[in-house]
T-cell receptor, first 114, second 114 residues
Framework: AQSVAQPEDQVNVAEGNPLTVKCTYS??????LFWYVQYPNRGLQFLLK??????LVKGSYGFEAEFNKSQTSFHLKKPSALVSDSALYFC????????????FGTGTSLTVIP | DGGITQSPKYLFRKEGQNVTLSCEQN?????MYWYRQDPGQGLRLIYY???????QKGDIAEGYSVSREKKESFPLTVTSAQKNPTAFYLC?????????????FGEGSRLTVL
């Protein structure tokens, strides 16, 4: 069975500090991994994805994520947090061999404190 | 501009009434999806469609119905059989061609049952 876990419901970080939002996954076959951000009462916006190749993926707004196959993790990172980064973040996985369904974590609410 | 349009943004319904949420995309995507979002539960898949005139149930299809008569359109009907329909509903689409398309989301429709 495919699944995604985001172990932290809430992450607080001071503005200017680095941030990490954690994600682990379980999937049969090779994973395609995604991060999305959601602002209140809005749809999800795509940030970045890992498909194959370099384990460090760079995305929108200065975010990056590192794929770790042995730990089945795909943590989202940013070197210096902005107050405007405060939002709800979702990790998602799709199995390369089953194709069609995406499985989402329960989301992590990030608050950047000025 | 290309994108996904969901309407209405807010909808109020009395118990026992069916309601239909609209989702239209002009991205020329083959696959379309409906998700339900509840606080603390992430996104749960209701239905998805890979091609016109074909669709599959997701994890929580009971009490919902869909149609896919045109590539651009994937309306969702919330029937009176859905026991707890108050939620935020998100429509998404993606390409199924070569590559590993991420999901593109609409802005969502918030349904409240009075």
């Amino acid at each position: 069975a495919q699944s995604v876990a985001q172990p932290e419901d809430q992450v607080n970080v001071a503005e200017g500090n680095p941030l990490t939002v954690k994600c682990t996954y379980s999937v049969s076959g090779n994973p395609y991994l995604f991060w999305y951000v959601q602002y209140p009462n809005r749809g999800l916006q795509f940030l970045l994805k890992y498909i194959t190749g370099d384990n460090l993926v760079k995305g929108s707004y200065g975010f990056e994520a590192e794929f770790n196959k042995s730990q089945t993790s795909f943590h989202l990172k940013k070197p210096s947090a902005l107050v405007s980064d405060s939002a709800l973040y979702f990790c998602a996985v799709r199995a390369s061999n089953t194709g069609n369904q995406f499985y989402f974590g329960t989301g992590t609410s990030l608050t950047v404190i000025p | 501009d290309g994108g996904i349009t969901q309407s209405p943004k807010y909808l109020f319904r009395k118990e026992g009434q069916n309601v239909t949420l609209s989702c239209e995309q002009n991205l020329n995507h083959d696959a379309m999806y409906w998700y339900r979002q509840d606080p603390g539960q992430g996104l749960r898949l209701i239905y998805y469609s890979q091609i016109v005139n074909d669709f599959q149930k997701g994890d929580i299809a009971e009490g919902y119905s869909v149609s896919r008569e045109k590539k651009e359109s994937f309306p969702l009907t919330v029937t009176s059989a859905q026991k707890n329909p108050t939620a935020f509903y998100l429509c998404a689409s993606r390409t199924t061609g070569v590559g590993t398309g991420e999901l593109f989301f609409g802005e969502g429709s918030r349904l409240t049952v009075l």
